[in-house]
């Protein structure tokens, strides 16, 4: 499994950005489940923060500080999980994280957890 995101990049603040985050998985793996996906930040001297998830049921929830500016959703059939940032501000600054949590064959009842390599966001003030 690989979690591969895109979209960062430097944006001034008040500007937008969305981020993608798709989910390679080997064709060994003909059954599997995608439950959770998130997204996580770390900014400069801080510790990684959960910024949002949604669950299978595409139930959602965000950490207070992006709530009504961002929003996550994904696209079952392709795998991938987005975060459309709208509002950006300097303290959003951070490298942004894809994490999922992942059911696979033969270890069903034990659902591994995924990360990406990362995606800097730089919001200029």
């Known amino acids: 499994v690989q979690l591969v995101e895109s979209g960062g990049g430097l944006v001034r603040a008040g500007g937008s950005l969305t981020l993608s985050c798709a989910a390679s998985?080997?064709?060994?793996?003909?059954?599997?489940?995608?439950?959770?996906m998130r997204w996580y930040r770390q900014g400069p001297g801080k510790q990684r923060e959960l910024v949002a998830a949604?669950?299978?049921?595409?139930?959602?929830d965000y950490s207070g500080s992006v709530k009504g500016r961002f929003t996550i959703s994904r696209d079952n059939k392709k795998n991938t999980v987005f975060l459309q940032m709208n509002d950006l501000k300097p303290e959003d600054t951070a490298v942004y994280y894809c994490?999922?949590?992942?059911?696979?064959?033969?270890?069903?009842?034990?659902?591994?957890?995924?990360w990406g390599q990362g995606t800097q966001v730089t919001v200029s003030s």
């Open positions: 994490n999922a949590t992942i059911r696979l064959l033969p270890n069903w009842d034990t659902p591994g957890d995924y």
């Open positions: 998985i080997s064709s060994i793996n003909s059954i599997y489940n995608i439950a959770e």
């Open positions: 949604i669950g299978s049921g595409d139930t959602t």
